[in-house]
């Protein structure tokens, strides 16, 4: 039986300056976590090592985020992350600095 998403959690970041999109990547990884608490899965004793963490990332350069370092964010379970087309680039030309902006969309899903 396939799994079922239990969880769908979304989260921004950003990174003012440097135009760093693992950064921005980390920051929206890190305020989706932080909306959440998964207690059932203490409640309930299910095996975090069963947990399949599904984790996508918006930013305006995909190719430019850094996909293991955020993997390696993720606390538990078998963690997948892709980057794809989204967020925003804030541009600022009298300073060549945009600013990154990056959305996380964590799903947890587990056998039920």
Known sequence: MAKKRVILELGSGNDLHGSDYTKAALRAVQDALHHSSLAFIRSLKIDKSKLDVEVTIG???????????????????????????????????????????????IAVRIDV
């Open 59 to 105: 930013v305006q350069q995909p190719e430019k985020v850094d996909l293991e370092k955020v993997k390696a964010s993720l606390p538990v379970g078998n963690v997948t992350v892709k980057a794809v087309k989204g967020g925003l680039d804030v541009a600022d030309p009298e300073n060549n600095d945009p600013a990154v902006i990056a959305s996380a969309a």
